[in-house]
């Protein structure tokens, strides 16, 4: 699996967009870049996955680098309860093992 | 829908007891898989399984036994309990090992040793 860079934590104002990098420079041409977050205490969350084309759903939008070596997760408008470690994992589709390796993460705190 | 549960959510046991954390998962998901998770730390794949009657070994499987005898339960068997065992486990599920990229995790079970 390609190995992920992200910053340790981050600040954000509540109703504002938190925008979440995270660097994979070696990422492989059949490697998805997910995402997942957990909340203190609870289980890892999906939040999206994409490929090359930037994606949205209703929790988050994902834009990725036209290189593909970097991609950022965006969060519209940040909430309380969107406090949170934040997780970037690139791996291929269709692996049996180790299906999901979390890093350190990001550690998002959002502020009133 | 449940989703993915674990039981107990918590649990204290002494240094060489053996006990069973729970999983199971009404989304007929084919792939299940047991995790780790120490403080500060990511998770670390303990025990996985792509289907019913089918088990394999992940990153720290030692201390550990699972088996899959239906789609639904994928328990997870400590031999001997160890304070190195000191843990949160999460168990997850995947649709198939072909489909559905996310997985859904429970809400962990909190192990402590001693």
């Known amino acids: 699996d390609a190995k992920t860079t992200q910053p340790p934590s981050m600040d954000c104002a509540e109703g504002r967009a938190a925008n979440l990098p995270c660097n994979h420079s070696t990422i492989s041409g059949n490697e998805y870049v997910y995402w997942y977050r957990q909340i203190h205490s609870q289980g890892p969350q999906y939040i999206i996955h994409g490929l090359k084309n930037n994606e949205t759903n209703e929790m988050a939008s994902l834009i990725i680098t036209e290189d593909r070596k970097s991609s950022t997760l965006i969060l519209p408008h940040a909430t309380l309860r969107d406090t949170a470690v934040y997780y970037c994992i690139v791996r291929a589709p269709r692996t049996a093992g180790n299906m999901l390796t979390f890093g350190g993460g990001t550690r998002l705190m959002v502020k009133p | 829908n449940a989703g993915v549960t674990q039981t107990p959510k918590f649990q204290v046991l002494k240094t060489g007891q053996s006990m069973t954390l729970q999983c199971a998962q009404d989304?007929?998901?084919?792939?299940m898989s047991w995790y780790r998770q120490d403080p500060g730390m990511g998770l670390r794949l303990i025990h996985y399984s792509v289907g019913a009657g089918i088990t394999d070994q992940g990153e720290v499987p030692n201390g550990y036994n699972v088996s899959r005898s239906t789609t639904e339960d994928f328990p997870l068997r400590l031999l001997s309990a160890a304070p190195s065992q000191t843990s949160v486990y999460f168990c997850?599920?995947?649709?198939?090992?072909?489909?559905?990229?996310?997985?859904?995790f429970g809400q962990g079970t909190r192990l402590t040793v001693v």
């Open positions: 997850a599920s995947r649709l198939s090992l072909g489909g559905g990229p996310e997985a859904f």
């Open positions: 989304m007929n998901h084919e792939y």
